[in-house]
């Protein structure tokens, strides 16, 4: 049996602010979990209902009964396996690919999405704005499908960051150059902004280039979801 203190810290980790106090965050699902297991991730527990479906050398299941489970897990349908790890620590790395900037993104939905993009596109970092959703929050790392343990994020103060960058630094926006029309480099800085206003006008001024995805339908479509468009040029970046 689980004791009611590690429930109840387990439980406390769907909040931003209890992640960042104990350093851990929780995965959910047999799959997701897996991947993870698979990176530089350290694991802190591994709970699972039945402790004979999951068996990893190396690795300590604890049993969980499903009412524990259902105390702790963030799912309507818990599905039986809920890992807890380390948040790893920010790395600084000298950029040599192209790298997403994330200018306010608030949707988890978007956020996990856009992880599990970079991880195919092969767009190994990513860099966020304090205000950028967390991506340890349990909607992102389900829709990461496990992607969140081979990409890197960071947070940082994004006009500071950029102002010392020298790579070209491409924004999006609806009034830019046709995405189409340019040649883009082997690497540079890729920036998706808020779903609803954009990029802010702080970081617009720092963009050296001006892109948008051209709309062939009507007009009655406003814009792009920002996952869709980051799919988009994540493409266009690779061609």
């Not at 609806?174 to 902004?193: A, Q």
């Not at 814009?223 to 040029?233: F, R």
């Amino acid at each position: 049996m689980v004791v009611k203190s590690e429930l109840k810290l387990i439980k406390s980790l769907q909040q931003k602010k209890c992640r960042n106090e104990h350093g851990l965050f929780v995965v959910e699902g047999k799959k997701t979990i897996e991947e993870v297991l698979k990176s530089d991730m350290k694991l802190y527990k591994l709970f699972a209902v039945d402790s004979e479906g999951f068996k990893i050398e190396g690795v300590e299941v604890n049993r969980i009964t499903n009412r524990e489970l259902s105390q702790i897990s963030n799912l309507k349908n818990p599905n039986g396996y809920l890992g807890v790890f380390h948040i790893p620590k920010q790395e600084q790395k000298i950029p040599s690919d192209w790298i997403l900037v994330l200018d306010g993104l608030q949707d988890p939905g978007n956020f996990g999405t856009i992880i599990r993009l970079c991880d195919w596109f092969g767009v190994s970092d990513i860099v966020c704005s304090p205000e950028t959703v967390d991506c340890y929050n349990p909607k992102v790392l389900q829709a990461t499908m496990g992607s969140i343990s081979r990409v890197r994020i960071q947070y940082t103060e994004l006009n500071t960051y950029l102002s010392f960058n020298t790579l070209p630094i491409y924004g999006t926006f609806m009034d830019g150059n046709n995405v189409n029309d340019l040649k883009l480099p082997e690497k540079g800085i890729l920036i998706m902004g808020n779903e609803g206003k954009g990029i802010s006008d702080s970081i617009a001024q720092l963009c050296t280039d001006r892109l948008a995805i051209p709309q062939f339908g009507g007009t009655t479509t406003e814009s792009l979801n920002v996952a869709s468009a980051a799919a988009i040029l994540l493409h266009e970046v690779r061609k």
